[in-house]
């Protein structure tokens, strides 16, 4: 063990020598004499200070001296997986279920390694479940998770990426994540190398009077849930940064956002085209995934791109329900049991819907009217239907009889909770 004057110690371990540079307070690189083709592995210490650095070091010294010095070296670093590996990160506390976080990022063929470290460690026994080098895939990719808040940062991240070939895929959310959400990611997995998923409350898509403030939000719980379907990067940019002062410049697609939403929420699809529009430049994504339950936004979307030449792939999801049919919504937590028990209607009436065109009805009046109906049956004035239309599925236009896939679309208060559903009839 040497501790060359003027730098940080130097560390060497079987079968690679690794040099550590603490002139950073918490940021250290780390330069690898050796590489394994299948995947970057080295030690991971805390680095607050040159002289922390050192006293840690010379406190497991001793530890690397003896015959079990590789198995030590296992227990203590954070590997990042794959072939070519790009820019990625792990935590090492969650791996060995201790309050410690190691963030580890593993620059692709450059043999870098940077980190930053909250706290060191201290070295426990593996199980042989939990060792990395014994988890499936999927459990490897889970540890990788990296997160971004800096849109900088993801831009030359994501440009890093694609020059590389990489297939980037992008889920956006708003967070308060639940299955349907889920279903996405775990959808579009499989069909892209490096998956994103962004949280973000835009509050340029909330109009005034509207639950922005109140959203539900909850951030641990949903970063233990995109760990667990795999997403490589969670991108959580904050509004002063997206939306700085002076910030002027919007997108807004016409003829698709003026019905239905559009008529109730008139700045809504503005806010939605422009952040999505912003994720894109961001994140640089080959394939966006989202839920066919906004239905709207969907076409919304899908129009931005063709208009503007976005070299982006669009995918729309079908809805996630609920055992009961209730098409599933972070807004549903506003509901209380009795209201929750209204808003079956709105699957209720979707399916009677469904059942008279399967029975040779095409009379759109007909069709709407068993669905207010339904929808309206008590009339207690808990339940206000803000819309019930029958919509071209591609334009929007308005249908009065159906000849074709016809879309029915239904935006209802519960309460104060607006819900929204939909199917292709």
Not at 4 to 10: A, S
Not at 135 to 148: A, G, H, N, P
Not at 194 to 206: C, D, E, G
């Amino acid at each position: 063990m040497t501790f060359p004057k003027g730098r940080g110690p130097t560390l060497h371990v079987s079968p690679a020598s690794v040099e550590m540079d603490c002139t950073g307070p918490m940021i250290q690189a780390i330069n690898c004499s050796q590489r394994s083709k299948s995947r970057l592995n080295q030690p991971s210490f805390a680095c607050k200070s040159q002289d922390t650095i050192s006293r840690e070091v010379q406190g497991i010294a001793g530890q690397f001296q003896t015959a079990q010095s590789d198995k030590i070296l296992d227990k203590i670093h954070a590997p990042c997986y794959g072939k070519s590996p790009a820019w990625g990160s792990a935590s090492l506390g969650s791996w060995r279920k201790t309050e410690t976080e190691v963030v580890l990022e593993a620059a692709a063929g450059t043999g870098v390694l940077r980190f930053a470290v909250k706290s060191f460690p201290t070295p426990v026994a593996w199980k042989d479940s939990e060792h990395p080098h014994n988890l499936k895939k999927t459990q490897k990719r889970e540890l990788m998770m990296r997160i971004i808040e800096k849109l900088d940062e993801m831009q030359q991240q994501a440009e890093s990426w694609r020059r590389q070939g990489k297939h980037i895929a992008l889920v956006p959310t708003m967070g308060y994540l639940h299955r349907g959400h889920l279903a996405l990611m775990k959808f579009i997995r499989p069909r892209a190398d490096l998956v994103v998923a962004s949280i973000f409350v835009n509050p340029t898509q909330f109009g005034p009077g509207e639950d922005l403030d109140t959203y539900p939000r909850d951030t641990p719980r949903d970063m233990k849930l995109l760990e667990d379907v795999g997403v490589d990067v969670l991108f959580m940019p904050q509004a002063e940064d997206v939306y700085p002062d002076h910030y002027q410049t919007y997108v807004e697609v016409k003829k698709v956002t003026q019905p239905l939403c559009g008529s109730s929420r008139p700045t809504h699809f503005r806010g939605v085209t422009t952040i999505v529009s912003k994720l894109f430049h961001l994140v640089k994504p080959r394939t966006a995934i989202f839920g066919e339950k906004d239905f709207q936004q969907l076409v919304t979307i899908r129009r931005m791109v063709k208009d503007l030449n976005m070299d982006v792939e669009i995918i729309g999801h079908p809805i996630v329900r609920e055992e009961d049919g209730l098409a599933m919504s972070s807004r549903n937590v506003y509901l209380t049991p009795e209201q929750r028990l209204k808003a079956l209607r709105l699957s209720r009436s979707l399916a009677a819907a469904e059942d008279l065109v399967k029975k040779g009805e095409r009379n759109g009046n007909v069709i709407l009217q068993k669905v207010r109906e339904i929808i309206a049956e008590d009339q207690d004035g808990d339940v206000r239907i803000d819309y019930a239309e029958l919509r071209q599925p591609d334009t929007l236009d308005s249908v009065d009889r159906i000849d074709g896939p016809t879309l029915l679309a239904l935006a209802v208060f519960i309460g104060s909770t607006r819900l929204i559903d939909n199917r292709v009839l």
